[in-house]
């Protein structure tokens, strides 16, 4: 079955620190979601991405959608305290199922 | 507006018991989903409710059984259950091709 593999599995970064998380596949996506996982917590849907080539932003947060619709990224300017999560990228596959990344878990220290 | 509701947060099984979880949503959704989550393995789906009357198999299925009882209810059952099956079991829902939204999750332990 088609896996989406995600990049780092951990960062660990000081708050005021960038960080980005990866998210790639061999085959086509379909749209590409993301959510966010505080700990103890459930997944939070954060955005979708459908154009190859996209380029969504929610003040911190940055979401770029690969141009051959492999690859995503999120990238999250200056973290904050509240950052901290686990981040997961997923495939829509065309339909109702999604196809979820590995994640990557964000902790930031003060 | 509760969105989705899980029951129960915690349980704890001896292999071989059987138990059912519940979800709920109110949000009039069509599709409903069952995923377990595991350290380092993400969200992996176990079966899933495209519409009130019809289920489907997803990744992982083996050992469990659902049931879509109306539209607003999708139980996971495990008939008879293996420490393999210890995790965290989220419920989601969703529109048609929309985000999903997820329940507070059941945290297994099968001894």
């Known amino acids: 079955g088609q896996q989406v593999m995600q990049i780092p599995q951990y960062q660990h970064v000081q708050e005021g620190e960038d960080f980005t998380t990866y998210c790639n596949s061999s085959t086509t996506l379909s749209n590409i979601q993301w959510y966010k996982q505080r700990p103890g917590g459930h997944p939070v849907f954060l955005i979708q991405l459908v154009k190859s080539g996209e380029v969504k932003k929610q003040k911190r947060l940055t979401f770029q959608f690969g141009e051959a619709k492999k690859n995503s990224s999120l990238h999250i300017t200056a973290t904050q305290t509240t950052d901290v999560g686990t981040y997961f990228c997923?495939?829509?596959?065309?339909?109702?199922?999604?196809?979820f990344g590995t994640g990557t878990q964000l902790k930031v220290e003060l | 507006n509760a969105g989705v509701t899980q029951t129960p947060k915690f349980q704890v099984l001896k292999t071989g018991q059987s138990m059912t979880l519940q979800c709920a949503q109110d949000?009039?959704?069509?599709?409903m989903y069952w995923y377990r989550q595991d350290p380092g393995m993400g969200l992996r789906l176990i079966y899933y409710s495209a519409s009130e009357g019809t289920t489907d198999k997803g990744e992982v299925p083996n050992g469990y059984n659902v049931s879509r009882l109306n539209k607003r209810e999708f139980s996971l059952r495990l008939e008879s259950a293996a420490p393999s099956q210890t995790s965290v079991y989220f419920c989601?829902?969703?529109?048609?091709?929309?985000?999903?939204?997820f329940g507070p999750g059941t945290r297994l332990t099968v001894l």
């Open positions: 997923a495939d829509t596959g065309g339909g109702n199922k999604l196809t």
């Open positions: 949000m009039n959704h069509n599709s």
């Open positions: 989601a829902s969703s529109a048609t091709r929309n985000e999903q939204f």
